[in-house]
């Protein structure tokens, strides 16, 4: 809500900053449906320079997927896409104990 308007039930999964970025981390199935990841990628471009310009810093947003996802099927192919355009980078679930041992690293600089 601080980034969009009262009573916006939206949050991000976590979010740390550094210096001047604050990187943030939501998990996005795209299994069942494409209709998260397409949300996101709609609204992330509206919360980016409201929150880079309340906090100061640069956000950046990594989408988590799925790590078996069948990115083949045309609606994966357009979500991907959507959230590509955007500047939201794309990681697989396996990929989380190498980025948390990353953000365990720069937050106790």
């Known amino acids: 809500a601080p980034y969009t308007k009262a009573g916006d039930p939206f949050t991000f ?10 990187k943030l981390f939501h998990a996005v199935s795209l ?3 494409v209709d998260s990841a397409v949300l ?4 992330y471009p509206k ?3 409201v929150m880079a310009k309340v906090t100061g810093a640069n ?3 990594t989408a988590v997927i799925d790590d078996d996802l069948d990115r083949a099927p045309d609606t994966v ?6 959230m590509e355009e955007e ?3 794309i990681a697989v679930a396996a990929e989380m104990p190498r980025i948390a041992e ?4 720069a937050l106790r600089v």
């Open 87 to 89: 500047r939201i980078r």
């Open 13 to 22: 999964d976590f979010g740390y900053r550094v210096g001047d970025e604050i």
């Open 59 to 61: 956000p950046g947003l």
């Open 77 to 82: 192919q357009f979500a991907l896409s959507m």
């Open 47 to 49: 919360i980016l320079p």
């Open 40 to 43: 996101l990628a709609a609204r």
């Open 31 to 33: 299994k069942a449906n």
């Open 102 to 105: 990353v953000a365990r690293r």
